[in-house]
């Protein structure tokens, strides 16, 4: 009967695993450019009569617009519809980012705030030239789905390097408002409506662990 | 006595499977397009038995009438019954507001049925389920199309839609695993009904009737575990007790 307990092992898992999501979700309600992302529950592969249970694992984004919010700082910018800013880290990769709250350095370069450059040309950085905030392209994938998450808001997009930006492509693209802010796609109601079913479907698959447990203990006691 | 070890062993397998189903059931209680399965259990074939008497009509085949041995599993009833659609605003989530399957590819060239419109773009667009098997469409000059592409937007590729399979009344599918059936050579018709768009079925399990059957299997396994106690009592008895000084 081991494996019965396997089974509600599995739910046990898969519904840690959504509540994990849920938390980080409720936990970034107010981090700027939060995109949350989705558990999935999938029925696991069963070989003719024998049952095995479910899996759950994140496997898509929810990369829904988040609001504006005005903030009046010069170099705060917020993409309305599609597309994310583009920057690259300290070892020269390329990665996206919904947030963009951006500064100038000494160096008349626009980064984030924690000085990685923001691209603000097709070609590559611009060091020192007067740019209008129009002019600072998007960039984006073919598909969003295939976006790595590297945690802290940022994306990466892949090997390839097949980047569509927003100076060919305007019309799939969103535009930039300077002085706003884009705020979490996180939703406190369903987060919290999620919260209470995946408890449920938890304490449900402990009990037919427990219920299992008693089946158990009932034919150990067959023999005194 | 021993007759009866026998079939209570048997009934404690079938329980065993039955809890097996049940949990199977409720860790799925949040699986979107999951259908729930119950056991059907029967009792087995009755043989008719005979012993030879010996005393004065030595040989003599006498019949003693029928017995059951014990009862076994039947089979499984899969419940098609529809679960909740939840909106979800992903535009690759679809339902069936109807009857009807998705009609899936699989990999070794097999078709497959799924009430699961859980579906997303892999990495060269295509249209797929959440294990990456591509799912079947229709063009409008009813030519059957398989993978269908989609664009980052949420749209798929003009006039195309998804082939919904439907089957006769009473067909019973094999499941496959990951939501999925299958049927054998039948091919099943298609169907004209719509998907729809932005919605996801949920789960059809219903939870309040798996505790109960929880409740049942226990307290069954209970009993036969009880009268399993009492047997071996009762041989324990003749075997040791009997004619004893």
Known sequence: MNHILGIGRSGLNANQKKMDAVSDHIANVSTEGYKKKEVQ?????SNEEQSVGVKSGVLKADYTQGA?????????MAIEGQGFFALTDENGNVFFTRNGAFQLSNDGILTDHEGNPLITNVQGIIQGEDFSVEDIPLFSVDNLQSLIHLGKGRYFPGEDGNLINSIENPDAFGKIQAGFLEESNADLTTAFTEMITTQRAYTLNSRTIQSTDDLMRLVNEMKR | MIKSFNTLNKSMNVLQKKQETISHNVANVNTPGFKYQDVIQRTQESHDLVNFTAGRERNLRRPLGEW?????????????QAGNFVKTDDPFDYVIAGEGFFTIQLPDGGTAYSRSGNFSLDQENRLVTMEGYPV??????GQTISP???????????????LITGFPEGTELERFGETLFLNGENQGFQVETEAVKGYLEMSNVAISDEMVKLIQVAREFEA??????????????????????
């Open chain 1, 41 to 45: 529950f999938r029925e696991l592969l």
């Open chain 1, 68 to 76: 504006l919010r005005a903030t009046g700082y010069q170099w705060d």
């Open chain 2, 68 to 80: 059951v041995f014990g009862n076994e599993i039947e089979g499984y009833h899969t419940s098609l």
């Open chain 2, 148 to 162: 269908i592409y989609g664009d980052s937007q949420g749209n798929l590729e003009a006039n195309v839609n998804l």
């Open chain 2, 136 to 141: 079947i469409g229709i063009t409008g000059g």
């Open chain 2, 224 to 245: 036969n575990q009880k009268a399993l106690m009492t047997s071996d009592e009762t041989l324990n008895k003749a075997v040791n007790e009997i004619g004893r000084v």
